[in-house]
């Protein structure tokens, strides 16, 4: 069965068609007194109050942390919950808010050759995120490795859902969660839509689970880095979507289409992993309003991968044999890869992407 999404993009280009946002379609933009605050939505769909949510002081959805590094980052433990949000990615969704603070950020691959972003929050739950965007088919099959997660999405088509509906993944859309949503000044249309993901934890804290390691596994030396290939730079190409990490003072500047990320804060956006993991993908049965399919990109399976630390690159194989299982990242003698312990920028790359690598052996 085909689903009409309107909410895809109608084109390649990197300005989207205005996305219909299916659970929050009657709510317009006020002017507040600062520079993203505007009106907040109910999952009524109404307006209850004037100004954006009250932030909910992070303390109060913290859990006693389980493990002696945290699972998501190798740094100090964390007893937070894990939230997911989807992020707009294209021109139309700049200045993105709160991308700087996620542990592990995917890109993704979705229609009409845009890339979204599935930034992942653990360490930091941060009281503004977004513009937040649909749901996709890759998003239920990857979440399940994290538990039971939260994800902050806003409407999609059928097979998305429904996909996610069969997941534990607990669905914090404005349908579920709508009081910690509000329309941005900042951005228009459909590009406008933030969230406090520290409400949402706090407000969902009993159906959200203990965090689970997605599978890495952190070593702040390890001797297979400083023998490995020296690679300053590395870029990702899907299609319309390039992302690009230049190792610089001993972190990875990460931009899209060669301007860095930076919070609308002013926040660069840095990485202290890349990971490159070499994904199938396949459409999913979903189409937007001129045909262009969505995609499944698979991250149940086996696959190639090349982790960046420290400017060097380590290779090796991925696995993962079920939706409930970490994804196991080995290299050649079939051992875990040491990931540096700190944030993790993640490219799902698809047949389809080009991967350009600047650096020399050594």
């Given amino acids: 069965m085909t689903w009409l999404l309107a909410s895809l993009s109608a084109c390649s280009s990197d300005t989207p068609a205005p996305e219909t946002v299916t659970s929050v379609t009657n709510v317009a933009a006020s002017t507040p007194p600062v520079a993203s605050s505007a009106t907040p939505t109910t999952p009524a769909k109404t307006v209850t109050a004037t100004t954006r949510p009250k932030p909910v002081a992070k303390s109060t959805v913290s859990r006693p942390p389980t493990a002696a590094k945290d699972l998501l980052t190798g740094l100090k433990p964390n007893g937070g919950p894990v939230i997911a949000a989807k992020i707009d990615n294209t021109s139309a969704g700049f200045p993105q808010f709160g991308v700087a603070d996620a542990d592990i950020v995917y890109v993704e691959q979705v229609e009409g050759g845009l890339t979204r972003l599935i930034a992942v929050f653990h360490s930091t739950l941060p009281a503004e995120v977004g513009p937040i965007r649909s749901v996709r088919s890759t998003d239920a099959e ?22 996610l509906a069969a997941t534990p993944v607990v669905d914090l859309s404005p349908d579920r969660a709508g009081s910690a949503y509000w329309r941005s000044d900042v951005g228009d249309g459909t590009h406008n839509l933030h969230v406090d993901l520290a409400r949402l934890a706090n407000d969902n804290i ?3 689970g203990a965090p689970k390691s997605p599978g890495f596994h952190f070593a702040a030396t390890d001797p297979r880095v400083a023998a490995a290939p020296k690679a300053p730079a590395v870029s990702v190409t899907m299609q319309a979507g390039r992302t690009g990490f230049a190792f ?54 086996t696959g190639s991968f090349t982790l960046f630390r420290d400017g060097h690159q380590i290779s090796g194989t991925w696995k993962r044999a079920a939706a409930a299982d ?37």
């Fill in 142 to 163: 990857l979440l399940t490795s994290y538990g039971t997660p939260g994800l902050a999405f806003s409407g999609g088509a059928g097979g998305p859902l429904a996909a």
């Fill in 206 to 208: 009993s159906e959200l």
């Fill in 248 to 301: 610089t003072d001993g972190r990875y500047v990460v931009s899209h289409k060669d301007s860095p990320y930076v919070d609308h804060d002013g926040t660069a956006v840095l990485a202290d992993n890349v990971l490159v993991q070499h994904v199938t993908d396949e459409p999913d049965g979903t189409v937007d309003s001129v045909g262009s399919p969505s995609y499944l990109s698979h991250t149940i399976g």
């Fill in 326 to 362: 970490p994804t196991s990242f080995l290299d050649k003698a079939g051992k875990p890869v040491p990931f540096k312990p700190g944030k993790t920028w993640v490219l799902l790359a698809p047949q389809s992407a080009q991967v350009d690598v600047a650096g020399s052996a050594g």
